[in-house]
């Protein structure tokens, strides 16, 4: 595959598809604000009106956007990736020649299978496949993606995968890589609370929190959260790598899960809590760090 689609250009897909674009791969975008493409259009990406447009213009097309709804719109609506595979009369020599779509937003694992069976009946092929890593794993290419889908579709995409990110697993059928990432999310969610917590309680201490993270950082205490969110807390920094409003998201579908399987998450729930205070308090577009300032507030110490 050489004419690659790629729908939303956000923190972490624009990264994303700069990366495919300088493995020598074309480009063919859409995103709702073309200023966000900008240095994208100007490194050849090709801009393109709709999803559809993107669509027909692909063998493989990617979509990266904000909540479910953004992904029914650009995949299932009337000028949606779908309606463009279907003109673009793909998918008639088998799976080999079949155009595939991969959806890398964080969404729901029933419209995941909705999706593929609908993307089946027309002869395409289809991969729910979201990320985690934040800003920094999709620039540097070192991304974990988790893949639900068809095992020809993954894969002809694997070595489109292995640019974006360092660890790539099929873990299942259609819905299998978003039912991960709920996984994903709610380990990510006791992190912060214990790094937040954490780092309030050196704060108080009168412990430098730098000096702190780079020892408990080397230890049991060791996290994601700890070592890439926790220096900037310490330096104030509550700029988005993962925006609030997005993990709220999240945490609403990993608790929609669990409900429906019949599973008790308290602290899940604590969490979502927690972060619905912060979206409270105007913090929707702020990194999932900005917590912090949550707690103090709670403390008194803001």
């Known amino acids: 595959m050489k004419q690659i689609g790629w729908i939303g250009t956000g923190i972490m897909g624009g990264s994303m598809c700069r990366n495919l674009q300088q493995a020598g791969y074309g480009i063919s975008l859409y995103t709702r604000s073309r200023k966000k493409a900008e240095e994208l259009l100007a490194a050849g990406a090709r801009w393109c009106e709709t999803p559809r447009e993107v669509a027909q213009r692909s063998e493989c097309v990617f979509s990266i956007v904000g909540y479910p709804a953004d992904v029914e719109e650009v995949i299932l609506g009337e000028e949606g ?4 595979f279907a003109e673009g009369g793909h998918g008639a020599e088998g799976d080999s020649a079949a155009p595939i ?11 995941a299978e909705r999706i593929a069976a609908r993307a089946a009946e027309q002869g395409v092929l289809a991969l729910d496949a979201p990320v985690s890593g934040g800003d920094v794993g999709a620039r540097e290419g070192t991304l974990a993606i ?10 002809r995409v ?7 990110g360092r660890t790539i697993r099929r873990m299942g059928p259609a819905g299998a890589g978003q039912h991960t990432k709920m996984v994903n999310q709610t380990l990510v969610a006791a992190g912060m609370v214990g790094t937040v917590e954490a780092l ?9 929190p730098e000096e702190v993270i780079s020892v408990v950082g080397q230890g049991a205490a060791a996290s994601w959260a700890i070592n890439n969110l926790g220096p900037r807390i310490a330096r104030n920094d509550m700029e988005p790598g993962f925006m609030i409003r997005h993990f709220v998201k999240d945490l609403g579908i990993a608790l929609e899960e669990a409900k429906r399987m019949g599973i008790s998450l308290p602290g899940l729930a604590l969490t979502a809590q927690f972060y619905h205070a912060a979206i ?23």
């Open 81 to 84: 990736v779908l309606a463009g």
């Open 158 to 164: 694997l070595p489109l995968f292995e640019i974006m």
């Open 200 to 208: 309030l309680y050196a704060l108080r201490a009168g412990l430098d």
């Open 101 to 111: 779509l991969v959806d890398m937003t964080t969404s729901q694992p029933a419209l």
């Open 280 to 302: 409270a308090e105007g913090l929707q577009d702020k990194g999932t760090q900005a917590l912090y300032r949550v707690y103090q507030r709670l403390n008194g110490l803001d």
């Open 146 to 155: 988790m893949v639900g889908g068809d095992q020809t579709a993954y894969d």
